[in-house]
């Protein structure tokens, strides 16, 4: 068992590292540090969450004020879970990782919670379907890096 680190973060997950997702297992690796499932919330403020590229992939979009109050769960993460996390969302350099304010639901408090966002994105993108929750469906499977072709940029798909 790994061990956990003093200080701990609090994370909002909205797409597949969402219990019953593909990339959940990271979370509840312990070998990858520590994590604990703090329970659900949304984002006090909207923003546009959309799936794009061949992959299928959750993005939520840096445009503050459009789309909805996402759907999440919110973690307790040690700093070595963290690098995992920021390693997995390519952070710093495809994603940001902000602090903004999670609505918890069963609670109803405000708890200041590290998400990822897409910045600079492409306005076109707000197109797309908005969503609220995001869950892998038929219609729009996820496809794990593992299946994917490696020659493909996925930047170069949100263009």
């Known amino acids: 068992m790994a061990k956990v680190s003093e200080k701990l973060f609090k994370i909002f997950v909205y ?19 520590f994590a604990r499932y703090i329970g659900e919330g949304k984002t006090v ?11 299928n992939i959750p993005f939520l979009l840096d445009k503050c004020g459009r789309g909805h109050n996402v759907k999440g769960e919110v973690y307790e993460v040690d700093e070595e879970m ?6 997995l969302e390519e952070y710093p350099e495809y994603y940001d990782r902000e602090i903004q304010d999670i609505r918890m639901e ?54």
């Open 15 to 33: 797409g597949t590292l969402k219990n019953g997702e593909f990339n959940h297992s990271l979370l509840t690796n312990a070998n990858n540090g």
């Open 82 to 87: 963290l690098k995992k996390l920021d390693e």
């Open 45 to 55: 403020q909207k923003y546009p969450l959309i799936i794009s590229t061949r992959f």
């Open 106 to 159: 069963k609670k109803d408090e405000v708890e200041k919670c590290w998400l990822y966002l897409m910045r600079n994105c492409p306005d076109h993108l707000l197109q797309k379907p908005l969503l609220n929750s995001y869950h892998s469906s038929p219609e729009f499977p996820y496809k794990p890096r593992s299946e994917r072709d490696s020659n493909i940029n996925i930047k170069d798909e949100m263009i």
